[in-house]
């Protein structure tokens, strides 16, 4: 089993800036790939970013040019720098590693 605990949720402004982190613990030898996903009101659960044990990164096209993730694999934790918030990236935001899921953590883009 893995456990994952996320944190670095909270409210925002647009235009504003929010790091999450997730941390992983258990089972993490074999983790391969780490990733978010975020679940908007009434909407499914849709890939934020993910990245690879080498560090290769995958982004949504919706977060390109404004999300930045990256991970330590000493600390095992993955980080996702959000920058350029907007009201549409309003989520709960959840870690995942390799099918495990985070609690999650709320992000809330708001004026």
């Known amino acids: 089993q893995v456990q994952l605990v996320e944190s670095g949720g909270g409210l925002v402004q647009p235009g504003g800036s929010l790091r999450l982190s997730c941390s992983a613990s258990g089972n993490i030898f074999s983790i391969f790939t780490m990733g978010w996903y975020r679940q908007a009101p009434g909407k499914g659960r849709e890939l934020v970013a993910a990245?690879?044990?080498?560090?290769?990164?995958n982004y949504a096209d919706s977060v390109k040019g404004r999300f930045t993730i990256s991970r330590d694999n000493d600390k095992n934790t993955v980080y996702l720098q959000m920058n350029s918030l907007i009201p549409e990236d309003t989520a709960v935001y959840y870690c995942n590693a390799d099918g495990w899921w985070g609690q999650g953590t709320q992000v809330t883009v708001s004026s």
């Open positions: 990245i690879t044990r080498g560090g290769r990164p």
